[in-house]
Structure formats: structure tokens, C-alpha cells
């Protein structure tokens, strides 16, 4: 067969994507109709695709590309660690050393007493170490009982089984036998969408209050773990009310319950702290983390554990493991693309400078007609589109219909923003500039009033 290239015709590329390639998220026959968007190259915050189209990525590829594209550093760790060991396992006593390198690097950065760090090749494996691990402790602990897991419906922690489950996501239940049992879920602090009866901070409490009642139905002793992302990210930016994380925080304490904080998306940066959980006052058991932990150039996840859980788990034999965690070249890659966000100071650039003016510029929107809020914390944020600001109405017929003409409108404008139902999200990479900070909104308005004219 013939092996295309990027440069190879657009058309080409499409047919041949579309005939062998099953693509997750993503309808097979929409697909063969419409061909997909080949994206050849990157540098800096910009795509280009088949077609030479330059493209400013609003989302960091998919919420990972902190540090931007192109970084050759990255490139020449891998190749390096590549020569000098390509793989071994960290299974039965063995180890090497860029992943003790990146457990110990982790630790550091990590808040607190989180010390210890269980690798995996993605965020949904993480979590699923996760899932396996709380359970693991309760066991140690004497107390096995204690197996429920309640997160919150319209969270996104992963796409496997196990992490699908403590998902919240009812489209994805719907398919392949999940939840799995033990997994109970709460409502989300989604304040637009389901809070408008009272103030955002009454309603942060109230939903907070949501898991003392579901720990006190299910009953304490049977309860392990709360797992939540600090903000929920593909459910759409969801930053919750101030009240929220500190009643959440009273809970588990009150209750002796493991949080999980899952910082995949919220870590190394998006939210202008290296964790979500710093910016939230968050104090995890456990933290999951992958993404933004190599920019995505390498797959790589991982469970950062504190000495409280890691030092009952060390008791046992813990059963677990994937043939690629702590992969040398994953790592190696992972601890270059953190000391470029730690020397280049970019945590900290985005804390005092591009993620302010972001914020400015992105919240400049709210006076469009088609949007009800704006909602932003460092470099992650979105916007509820509706018909009517006044009641926070939803769009009537097929939800996420507006969304929709709203990100093709984007495609067409040459800025990539997500919509999740009828929120349209951003994430840049953490590098973008004020100066494409202003052309990423004002493709956005444009984007916005081309959706409008569509709507009406
Ligand atoms: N957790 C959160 C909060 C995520 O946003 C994601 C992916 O988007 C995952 C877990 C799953 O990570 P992965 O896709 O690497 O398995």
C-alpha cells in the first residue's frame, strides 16, 4: 500500500482516514461524509492542516499542550533516553532512573504530603489505579466495608471502564455496562444550569451538602473515596461557587473519606497554580494527574498518593500495574517539559500576567447577545450560549445545537474552541501571548455573531 504523507492531498487523506480509522467521540458515518480535519504540523499555539490553513489552538490539542508545540527540548529527550534505554518495566523491585527521577520531581512539586507517585500511561488508567487503591487501603485498614466511591454526575475522569464509571457522563453509561457497581454519583455545582433558584454561593453549599447526605444514606463506614476535578473540564468548565471546595473539604475531613482530586486537566498550570488543588484550597489524599505532565508530546499519567495512603498501601502487595508505567521515554519527556514550565517561569506568567488579561478579554464577550456567562479561572474557560439572558435559558430541540454552528463557525475562523453541549470551552496552551489572546477573542465574537445569524 501507499504510504501518504502530509503533504499528500487532502481528499487522499480523508478516504483513507475514513475507510480504517475509528476515531473516539466521533459518529463513523458523519465521518465518511464530511472527512475529517487532518492537522499536518504545530508550532508555538498554532495548527496548520492538509489544506495550509493556520490555526490558533484554543484548546492545547486537548487540554495538554501547556508548554505549546514545536519544543525541540522535548524531542531531543525522548531521542536520547530512546538510545540509552527505550524500555524496561518498574514491575518486581525494578526501576530506572527517569521514572524515579519524575516520582521524586512529582513530589516536590506536589502540595503537602503528597509524596509517592504510581504511574500509568494515561488519565484514565490513573484513575483506575486510583479506583483499585482507595479500596486497597480500606482493606489494609481493616475495614473493607468501606467500597463506595461517590463522585458527581457530568464529571469526566476517564474513558475506560473503571474511570468511565466514576464518570458522570450519562451518554457514555449508556454504552458497555457502566457504572460498574460501587460507584454512587451526586449532582454537579453547575450554578447556570441547575442553580438559578438561588445565589451562586447558597447553591455551592447545597450541592456540597449533597455528599454529607449521600455519605449518611449510603452509610460512613461504607464509604471510601470522593473523587472531583478541582473544575470540571469536558463537562464544561465548570467552576464551581467559593462555597463549594471548603464545605467538600469540611466533609471528607468530618467523615474520614479519601479525596481524590483529578487534576488532569487542572494541573501543571491551567488554572495558574501548578495544581488545581492549590487554587482551590484543596487538600487530596490522592491526585490524579496526566496531560499538561509532558504538554501530551508523550503519553504518560499518574497517582500522586500521600504518606498517609502510600504507607498502608506499601503494606501489602498491590496487584497492580501496566506494562508502560512509568515508561523511560514518557518520563524522560515529562521531566524536560517540567523544568521548561518551572525555568521559563510560565506557571507563573500565566498567574500574573496573560491569565488576567485573558480574563479581561474573554470576559469582554458577555455583552454578546447569544452569551449568558462567562466563566474563567487562569487559562480555562467558557461560555453559556442562550437564547434568552434573562431566564438562563437552554436552547429548545437538539441540545448542544448552537454549540455546534458555534464551533463550526470557529473551524471556519480558524480558531479551534470546544463546545460541550451548548458551552463553548477554551484552554491554550499556557504560552499563548496577549497578542494571540486578542485574536483568539476576536475570532471568537466573530465566530459568535456568524452562530447568530445562523439561529435566527
Ligand atoms: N480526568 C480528567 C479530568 C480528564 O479531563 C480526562 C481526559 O480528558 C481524563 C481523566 C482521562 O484522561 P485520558 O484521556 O488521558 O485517559
Redesign the pocket.
Known amino acids: 500500500m501507499t504510504i501518504l504523507t502530509p503533504n499528500s492531498p487532502t481528499a487522499e487523506l480523508q478516504a483513507l482516514d475514513a475507510a480504517h480509522h475509528m476515531h473516539p467521540f466521533t459518529q463513523g458515518v458523519e465521518l465518511a461524509e464530511k472527512g475529517a480535519r487532518i492537522i499536518t504540523r504545530a508550532d508555538g499555539c498554532w495548527l496548520t492542516d492538509s489544506d495550509g490553513n493556520r490555526i490558533l489552538d484554543g484548546m492545547a490539542g ?2 495538554c499542550v501547556n508548554i505549546g508545540y514545536g519544543r525541540t527540548e522535548l524531542a531531543d529527550a525522548a531521542h536520547r533516553q530512546m538510545l540509552d534505554l527505550p524500555f524496561y518495566n518498574t514491575f518486581f523491585q525494578t526501576s530506572h532512573v527517569p521514572a524515579l527521577n519524575l516520582a521524586a520531581k512529582l513530589a516536590e512539586l506536589a502540595p503537602v504530603d503528597l509524596n509517592h507517585v504510581f504511574f500509568a500511561g ?6 483506575d489505579t486510583n479506583l483499585r487503591m482507595v479500596r486497597t487501603y480500606w482493606q489494609e485498614k481493616g475495614q473493607p466495608e468501606r467500597q463506595v466511591i461517590i463522585s458527581r454526575w457530568n ?6 471502564v473503571g ?1 468511565g464509571s466514576l ?1 458522570g457522563m450519562k451518554g457514555m453509561h449508556a454504552q458497555g455496562g457502566m457504572p460498574i457497581p460501587g460507584i454512587h454519583h451526586i449532582d454537579q455545582p453547575h450554578w447556570w444550569a441547575e442553580g438559578g433558584y438561588s445565589t451562586p454561593e447558597a447553591f455551592g453549599l447545597e450541592r456540597a451538602q449533597a455528599l454529607e447526605t449521600a455519605i449518611l444514606e449510603i452509610g460512613p463506614e461504607k464509604v471510601a473515596a470522593f473523587i472531583a ?1 478541582p473544575v ?3 463537562g464544561g468548565v465548570i467552576i464551581p461557587p467559593d462555597t463549594y471546595w471548603p464545605e467538600i473539604q469540611r466533609i471528607v475531613d468530618k467523615y474520614d473519606i479519601l479525596l481524590i482530586a ?5 494541573g501543571f498550570g491551567r488554572t495558574g497554580n501548578w495544581f488545581g488543588s492549590e487554587t482551590f484550597g484543596i487538600k487530596p489524599d490522592i491526585m ?1 494527574v ?2 499538561g505532565l509532558s504538554s501530551g508530546y508523550q ?1 504518560i ?1 499518574a497517582s500522586i498518593v500521600s504518606d498517609k495512603v502510600a504507607s498502608v498501601i506499601g503494606n501489602t502487595e498491590f496487584n497492580h500495574g501496566y506494562t508502560y508505567s512509568g515508561h523511560p521515554v514518557a518520563c524522560a519527556v515529562a521531566l524536560e517539559n517540567l523544568r521548561i514550565l518551572e525555568e521559563e517561569g510560565i506557571v507563573e506568567r500565566v498567574r500574573n500576567e496573560t491569565a488576567p488579561y485573558l480574563k479581561e478579554r474573554f470576559e469582554s464577550l458577555a455583552d454578546h447577545p447569544l452569551v449568558g456567562e462567562v466563566k474563567i479561572v487562569g487559562m480555562m474557560g467558557s461560555l453559556a450560549l442562550t437564547p434568552d439572558k434573562a431566564t438562563r435559558a437552554a436552547f429548545a430541540a437538539d441540545a448542544g445545537t448552537a454549540g455546534f454552528i458555534c464551533r463550526e463557525r470557529c473551524f471556519a475562523n480558524n480558531l479551534i474552541m470546544r463546545h460541550v453541549g451548548d458551552r463553548m470551552v477554551i484552554s491554550p496552551p499556557l504560552v499563548i501571548s496577549k497578542e494571540e489572546i486578542d485574536t483568539l477573542v476576536t475570532r471568537a465574537r466573530l465566530s459568535l455573531d456568524e452562530a447568530l445569524e445562523r439561529l435566527q
Open positions: 486537548l487540554w494515561s488519565g484514565s488508567e490513573a484513575n464529571a469526566y475522569h476517564g474513558s475506560s474511570s464518570g476535578e470540571q473540564g469536558a483529578d487534576e488532569v486537566i487542572c490524579t496526566a496531560k503519553p499519567g
